[in-house]
């Protein structure tokens, strides 16, 4: 049996669909298929798949083009029970179609695993466009993150490092197909990190901070102080959590060790996952001091700094940290004046 062919455009190519590219190559049947990079209609005709090129949508016919004047789909459109509306570039429209087929294969899922193995195939599909393909969609079709004038460039983006490898305009050989699968080994790599570290580092964490959540009110009677006894990815899975238990907005202080400089450290909940701003940040009189001039402050012996934002503070005992936590708590300030500053 001849070997599928996958069809794109010739020519300078982007991240869209070097990655939409990428990806179908993850599905057995695509595994060995030969990428066919051109414009010519009867070329694209013999192709199994079609991405990027071809001005046709129909999913039935296996095409996926989203620059004709027509298409306005999103993933919401298309998978009513997703809430994401950025335009599709080729990368969401392979995405949308075979994600979950392609994160199963990267995790090596099949259907004789457990449902739970299933929901978390769910759960992956949406977070990998919130994080990472949505981004690329809205790249490839001109959508700006924000209105407004942009205080600074962003140039280290994933699209970014994709144009780069193409050939300059003055290179004497230019290989569009050396610096196509070079892309592609590119996005590959990054596409795979994301799916890898969701599954072996930011989903077992979310059973520490269920059980943090659990045992609040052993921690202090407020149920307002969560501790961890290691670090952890603990912030969105604590909103998710919260959600699902009907307590959104009553944590204010995660407390947990910082083995690298072997002290503990008070790290204030933010308003929202990526929000600057604190839902109680740490009172205004300790923010910017340090060591015992802090100790001072506070009446509290062993502490180590308070950061200038107030959104976090450091002690080294976790009993320490603790009684810091209880004291912010019994502060009664209830916004951060700069809570917009950059936290480092």
């Not at 010739?10 to 991240?15: D, L, R, S, V």
């Not at 144009?163 to 305009?169: C, E, G, I, M, T």
């Not at 996952?273 to 060591?291: E, H, K, T, V």
Request: proline residues 4%; charged residues 25%.
């Amino acid at each position: 049996m001849a070997a599928k062919k996958i069809g794109t455009h010739n020519g300078n190519f982007h991240c869209d669909e070097v990655l939409a590219c990428f990806m179908l190559k993850q599905l057995p049947e695509y595994k060995n298929a030969e990428i066919v990079r051109s414009r010519d209609p009867k070329m694209l005709d013999e192709c199994d798949i079609v991405v990027d090129v071809g001005g046709v949508f129909d999913p039935a016919r296996f095409r996926f083009d989203h620059h004709q004047k027509t298409f306005n789909h999103s993933f919401n459109s298309l998978v009513p029970e997703m809430r994401f509306v950025t335009k599709l570039s080729s990368a969401g429209l392979i995405y949308v179609h075979f994600g979950k087929e392609i994160i199963k294969q990267s995790l090596g899922i099949t259907e004789k695993n457990s449902d739970e193995s299933k929901d978390l195939v769910n759960l992956f599909y949406e977070r990998i466009y919130e994080k990472f393909i949505e981004e690329i969609d809205a790249n490839d079709n001109g959508i700006e993150q924000k209105d407004g004038q942009a205080r600074f460039a962003i140039t280290t983006t994933l699209a970014s490092r994709v144009a780069a490898l193409n050939p300059a305009w003055n290179d004497e050989v230019k290989d569009e197909t050396a610096s196509f699968y070079k892309a592609m080994e590119l996005v590959g790599k990054e596409f795979l990190d994301r799916v890898k570290f969701l599954y072996k580092i930011w989903w077992p964490a979310r059973g520490l901070v269920k059980d943090a959540v659990a045992k609040r009110f052993e921690v202090d009677p407020s149920g307002q102080i969560i501790a961890f006894e290691s670090g952890c990815p603990w912030k969105e899975h604590l909103f998710l959590i919260e959600k699902e238990l009907g307590i959104d907005d009553s944590i204010k202080y995660v407390i947990l060790p910082d083995e690298a400089n072997k002290k503990w450290s008070i790290i204030c909940v933010p308003a929202s996952p990526n929000s600057f701003q604190s839902r109680l940040p740490l009172p205004a009189a300790w923010r910017g001091i340090r060591d015992q001039e802090l100790s001072d402050l506070i009446g509290l012996e062993g502490c180590i700094f308070c950061h200038a934002t107030g959104f976090c503070g450091g002690h080294s005992t976790r009993e320490g940290i603790l009684t810091m936590a209880k004291k912010a708590l019994g502060s009664g300030e209830i916004s951060c004046e700069n809570g917009a500053a950059n936290r480092h």
